[in-house]
């Protein structure tokens, strides 16, 4: 299993990110996937997943409204947009492979994108 986000970097309170996800080694197409973030000296939260097809999406409250999550199963990869960000959303970003029985935080995890919003 491979998970390889990007798409991260640093962007005004206000601004917009999209990252992306490619996985491989799997079939991607037949997993729920979601989206963890870990601000510095805190725990992992869970932002975001998605059913397998595509047609289910589950926000966290935090980010209701402002991110959306999509995927597209012919091209193995996951994105997130990120839209109004806020100071507080400063984290570094996980993709994660999410099966039902794993839980929100899934079973396995990329190396993460750094997303910084700063002034």
């Known amino acids: 299993v491979q998970l390889v986000e990007s798409g991260g970097g640093m962007v005004q309170p206000g601004g917009s990110l999209r990252l992306s996800c490619e996985a491989s080694?799997?079939?991607?197409?037949?997993?729920?996937m979601s989206w963890v973030r870990q601000a510095p000296g805190k725990g992992p939260e869970w932002v975001s997943r998605?059913?397998?097809?595509?047609?289910?999406?589950y926000y966290a409250d935090s980010v209701k409204g402002r991110f959306t999550i999509s995927r597209d199963n012919s091209n193995n990869t996951l994105y997130l947009q990120m839209n109004g960000l806020k100071p507080e959303d400063t984290a570094l970003y996980y993709c994660a492979r999410a099966p039902i029985a794993a839980g929100p935080y899934g079973d396995f995890w990329g190396q993460g994108t750094q997303v910084t919003v700063s002034s």
């Open positions: 998605i059913n397998s097809g595509g047609g289910n999406t």
């Open positions: 080694g799997f079939d991607f197409s037949h997993y729920d």
